[in-house]
């Protein structure tokens, strides 16, 4: 993905969370130079990957398949006695007629909210035992407090205020549907590590690379290795 587009894309983002009156902290508007010079009371930051992520999943169509989101807090499952929060809370957008490709969490626990804008539709399936799609078993989700049961391949639909709970090993794919308009969407889940929880049934990347054609506006937190020198 080129930067411009990725500066672009968080500047719509945060156009449409402040629609709704949703706001971010202060690191989120950290310079590059911020994040190199901050100091060691904010080691939580980085090494729990706080802050900005964008991704087109290896696409090269953002609009078709991708995601934004910004980590607001999440604990650390690898370093529990530093980082002993449980918890994990995140906005994503998701935009008219995006797709997040099929996955499932080895680790992490999830409620996925639709928090405004239009309807997102989730595909589930349980995983078989050698991470396949299991077609034939029933899913067991809980949505708003509600036990249902979906069939493999189907669909449960989230219009804004709804939400479901999605347990480890679950398959989902999120597709933003078409012509409802953007998606903001709340994670509330248990801590994760996005380099190594997720489990994609395509072999797709999680993070994209990046074509510096322009300066940074919006720091993503896999730019803190390099600003940081790993400090």
Not at 115 to 135: C, H, M, P, S
Not at 141 to 163: C, F, Q, R
């Given at each position: 993905m080129k930067?411009?587009q990725?500066?672009?894309?968080?500047d719509?983002?945060?156009?449409f969370?402040?629609?709704?009156?949703?706001?971010?902290?202060?690191?989120?508007?950290?310079?590059?130079?911020?994040?190199?010079?901050?100091?060691?009371?904010?080691?939580e930051?980085?090494?729990?990957?706080?802050g900005?992520?964008?991704?087109?999943?290896?696409?090269?169509?953002?609009?078709?398949?991708?995601l934004?989101?910004?980590t607001?807090?999440?604990?650390?499952?690898?370093d529990?006695?530093t980082y002993?929060?449980p918890?994990?809370?995140?906005i994503?957008?998701?935009?008219?007629?995006?797709?997040?490709?099929?996955?499932?969490h080895k680790?992490?626990?999830?409620?996925?909210?639709?928090?405004?804008?239009?309807?997102?539709?989730?595909?589930v399936?349980?995983?078989?035992?050698?991470?396949?799609l299991?077609?034939?078993s029933?899913?067991?989700?809980v949505k708003?407090?509600?036990?249902?049961?979906v069939?493999a391949g189907?669909?449960?639909?989230?219009?804004p205020?709804?939400?479901?709970?999605?347990?480890q090993r679950i398959?989902?794919?999120?597709?933003?549907?078409?012509?409802?308009?953007?998606i903001?969407?709340?994670e509330v889940?248990s801590?994760?590590?996005?380099?190594?929880?997720?489990?994609?049934?395509?072999p797709?990347?999680?993070?994209?690379?990046?074509?510096?054609?322009e300066?940074?506006?919006?720091?993503?937190?896999?730019d803190?290795p390099t600003l940081r020198?790993?400090?």
């Amino acid at each position: 993905m080129k930067r411009s587009q990725i500066n672009t894309i968080l500047d719509n983002l945060i156009a449409f969370a402040s629609e709704h009156k949703v706001y971010f902290p202060e690191f989120a508007n950290w310079t590059p130079e911020d994040v190199k010079n901050a100091g060691p009371e904010y080691r939580e930051i980085f090494d729990n990957m706080l802050g900005w992520d964008v991704t087109d999943f290896g696409s090269d169509d953002f609009a078709k398949r991708g995601l934004a989101t910004f980590t607001f807090r999440n604990g650390n499952f690898n370093d529990k006695k530093t980082y002993p929060k449980p918890y994990c809370e995140k906005i994503l957008i998701l935009e008219d007629g995006q797709e997040l490709p099929m996955h499932f969490h080895k680790i992490k626990e999830e409620d996925t909210i639709n928090r405004g804008g239009g309807v997102l539709d989730i595909t589930v399936y349980n995983a078989t035992a050698d991470e396949q799609l299991d077609k034939e078993s029933d899913v067991h989700l809980v949505k708003d407090g509600k036990k249902i049961t979906v069939p493999a391949g189907g669909v449960v639909s989230l219009e804004p205020g709804e939400s479901v709970t999605m347990t480890q090993r679950i398959y989902h794919r999120w597709m933003g549907r078409k012509g409802t308009g953007k998606i903001m969407v709340w994670e509330v889940s248990s801590s994760n590590d996005d380099n190594v929880d997720n489990r994609f049934f395509e072999p797709v990347p999680r993070f994209s690379n990046v074509d510096e054609d322009e300066p940074i506006r919006h720091v993503l937190f896999a730019d803190y290795p390099t600003l940081r020198g790993n400090k």
